[in-house]
């Protein structure tokens, strides 16, 4: 791949909008009743089950502009912290598609009241998928930007402060130097 941190923004924007658009999805639907009233039905969303997917796509989403902003190992540690959010996203997602919510617990993401019984409930696996995928495509960026931090070259030294300047001896004024005095710098 010729540009790196094209590709891991891109994953990274992709799986910031997954993980965002997994907070707001609906993951189940309960049906329930208090026995004075007609049954509700109540949405269960993903932010509701796995809080973190909203920090974990404000993020990613974060990311993307620091991984042009830093290099070395600052660029390693934004990798670590987008390696972190993907595994915490695939978390997310194995952990609805493996472990069934029951109604018990659908009543309590749902905040309903004791009173309220819940008679039925539609789990959505399509929801627990999408944060499977932004997580896979998080830790694809983190692929990318530790490709980029072991390639990366810096900035020219025209960037450099004044100070460093001063401390990077001038070969090339040395060079011409001996050229003047009838060396040959080469030897």
Do not use: N
Not at 1 to 29: E, H
Not at 54 to 59: D, P
Not at 69 to 79: N, Y
Not at 104 to 130: F, I, M, W
């Amino acid at each position: 791949m010729k540009r790196p941190l094209a590709w891991a923004s891109l994953l990274l924007v992709c799986a910031g909008a997954g993980a965002y658009g997994s907070s707001r999805a609906t993951w189940a639907v309960a049906s329930a009743h208090d026995g004075l009233g007609a049954p509700r039905d109540v949405r269960v969303l993903g932010s509701d089950f796995a809080p973190l997917t909203i920090a974990l796509a404000l993020l990613l989403i974060a990311a993307v502009p620091a991984v042009f902003a830093v290099k070395g190992w600052t660029l390693r540690a934004v990798a670590l912290a987008v390696g972190l959010a993907g595994a915490g996203l695939v978390w997310a997602g194995a952990h609805w598609l493996a472990d069934k919510p029951d109604s018990a617990q659908a009543a309590r993401l749902a905040a309903l009241p004791e009173r309220y019984q819940v008679d039925h409930l539609v789990v959505s696996r399509t929801s627990g998928g999408l944060p499977l995928a932004a997580g896979a495509m998080a830790l694809g960026a983190c692929v990318f930007i530790l490709r980029a931090a072991r390639a990366a070259q810096g900035l020219g030294s025209r960037f450099d402060s004044p100070a460093a300047k001063k401390d990077r001896p001038e070969v090339e004024r040395s060079a011409w130097a001996a050229l003047d005095a009838g060396e040959d710098p080469t030897l």
